[in-house]
């Protein structure tokens, strides 16, 4: 059974830091790339950032423009988890964020809310 589960949301101030975390159990979690997404109040649901599997060719990130230069999106094999370090926090940053991952199906976590405000 594939399990998603974040944690490290929270209330911050402009220009503060967070970090998430998301620990996956349940599939073989190195061979398979993972993602962050967030949705937004009224908003889709939009793509932060998302990081290959490790490779003899390295490894593949991808960040959303609008958070590029801010967040850094990392992976501990050994550990089953990925993380999101967000940096220069913005109000507009304020949304759950959730973990993805897709192996045979697309799994997602339960979401953990980040507010950014002061």
């Known amino acids: 059974q594939v399990q998603l589960v974040e944690s490290g949301g929270g209330l911050v101030q402009p220009g503060g830091s967070l970090r998430l975390s998301c620990a996956a159990s349940g599939f073989t979690f190195g061979s398979y790339a993972m993602s962050w997404y967030r949705q937004a109040p009224g908003k889709e649901r939009e793509l932060v950032a998302e990081?290959?599997?490790?490779?003899?060719?390295?490894?593949?990130?991808n960040y959303a423009q609008s958070v590029e230069g801010r967040f850094t999106i990392s992976r501990d094999d050994a550990k089953n988890t990925v993380y999101l370090q967000m940096n220069s926090l913005k109000p507009e940053d304020t949304a759950v964020y959730y973990c993805?991952?897709?192996?045979?199906?697309?799994?997602w976590g339960q979401g953990t809310q980040v507010t950014v405000s002061s």
């Open positions: 993805y991952a897709k192996t045979t199906r697309e799994y």
């Open positions: 990081i290959s599997s490790f490779s003899s060719f390295g490894i593949y990130i």
